[in-house]
């Protein structure tokens, strides 16, 4: 099969690229000039530079494809850049949904578990959860209109499916993405845990989990493709195992990360760029992303394995490319 893909050289899309070449597949990866090189280096593939906005060069990439997986996306935690995560996230799928409707072929839009409603420690939410929303920080914004303008390509004749993957851990996370957590918590960063939690998952996992959902998904469909669903203290504390460093002490009161995202806040306002500690992003870590993936293990035979892998391979990975002494 010829398949276009977009963030090939992203965390969770360069694992679905090295998945469809393993697997034998045609791939036209869309890339721009400005990229990381080493992502896609050695690989037997089709490099695209293209604007993804620009409709012409996306209908002429989608007329020589079979399929679309759409994984390119921009991620921002914060109350700024509304409008730039809009231009990428919501522009760019739509125009690709509209392509690929015109061209009557199948696309898989990745989005994420922050397009649906947070859980609570006791709960876990499913696909039809949408409300309410999670802080309406440009990323969780964009992320759910993305959604809104596919689902409106799907009603006019698009083949298109939606996927909503967990907080992934694992190998190739190039920037890197997730892995920020795992490498600050090897800096010694990760003595004080948030109060949420999320939904943890190896990456080749989601992975395998897109590859079925090209064949197994259901037209207009959502389906969470997540994993073990952990405390943040938990979760570094099986962080901290795996790259030698001393687990949480304590988990942080909601009021302290209330004063951090607050001194955030001003901080940005005093120097106008707002930092990467704000009141969007502590609020967001203080949340439960908590999520079943019974319809995906039902309808597309996806399976969770171990997150302990994951963080195993994803410490390895990161101590071979350099990333950790």
């Known amino acids: 099969?010829?398949?276009?893909?977009?963030?090939?050289?992203?965390?969770?899309?360069?694992?679905?690229?090295?998945?469809?070449?393993?697997?034998?597949?045609?791939?036209?990866?869309?890339?721009?000039?400005?990229?990381?090189?080493?992502?896609?280096?050695?690989?037997?593939?089709e490099t695209l530079q293209i604007d993804l906005n620009d409709p012409n060069a996306v209908g002429n990439a989608v007329s020589h494809v079979d399929l679309v997986i759409h994984s390119a996306a921009t991620i921002h935690l914060g109350w700024t850049q509304l409008e730039a995560s809009r231009h990428f996230n919501v522009r760019a799928t739509q125009g690709l949904a509209q392509a690929a409707r015109r061209h009557n072929i199948r696309m898989i839009h990745v989005s994420t578990v922050d397009a649906l409603a947070p859980a609570s420690n006791t709960t876990v939410m499913s696909e039809t959860d949408q409300h309410p929303s999670k802080p309406a920080c440009s990323y969780v914004v964009s992320k759910r209109e993305a959604e809104i303008v596919f689902l409106e390509e799907v009603q006019r004749g698009l083949d298109g499916v939606i996927v909503n993957p967990g907080f992934m851990v694992g190998p190739w996370d190039w920037k890197p993405s997730s892995g920020q957590m795992m490498l600050a918590v090897a800096k010694g960063a990760g003595l004080f845990a948030p109060k949420g939690g999320c939904s943890v998952v190896d990456v080749r996992d989601v992975a395998c989990g897109i590859l079925s959902a090209i064949e197994n998904g259901r037209a207009g469909q959502r389906y969470i493709l997540g994993g073990e669903n952990l405390t943040y203290r938990r979760l570094w504390t099986q962080m901290a195992?795996?790259?030698?460093?001393?687990?949480?002490?304590?988990?942080?009161?909601?009021?302290v990360n209330w004063i951090a995202g607050t001194v955030g806040d001003l901080s940005g306002k005093i120097s106008g760029k707002e930092p990467l500690i704000n009141s969007a992003n502590t609020q967001m870590g203080s949340l439960y992303h908590w999520y079943s993936s019974a319809k995906a293990e039902c309808?597309?035979?996806?399976?969770?394995?171990?997150?302990?892998?994951?963080?195993?391979?994803?410490?390895?990975?990161?101590?071979?490319?350099g990333y950790a002494g």
């Not at 795996?242 to 909601?254: A, D, M, Q």
């Open 241 to 255: 195992q795996v790259v030698g460093r001393r687990p949480p002490i304590t988990t942080l009161p909601n009021w």
């Open 1 to 45: 099969m010829q398949i276009l893909l977009t963030g090939s050289t992203g965390f969770l899309g360069n694992n679905v690229l090295r998945h469809l070449l393993q697997d034998g597949h045609q791939v036209a990866v869309t890339n721009r000039h400005t990229s990381d090189p080493r992502p896609l280096d050695g690989l037997d593939l």
């Open 299 to 321: 309808e597309l035979g996806y399976k969770i394995g171990s997150v302990n892998d994951g963080l195993h391979d994803a410490w390895q990975w990161f101590r071979e490319n």
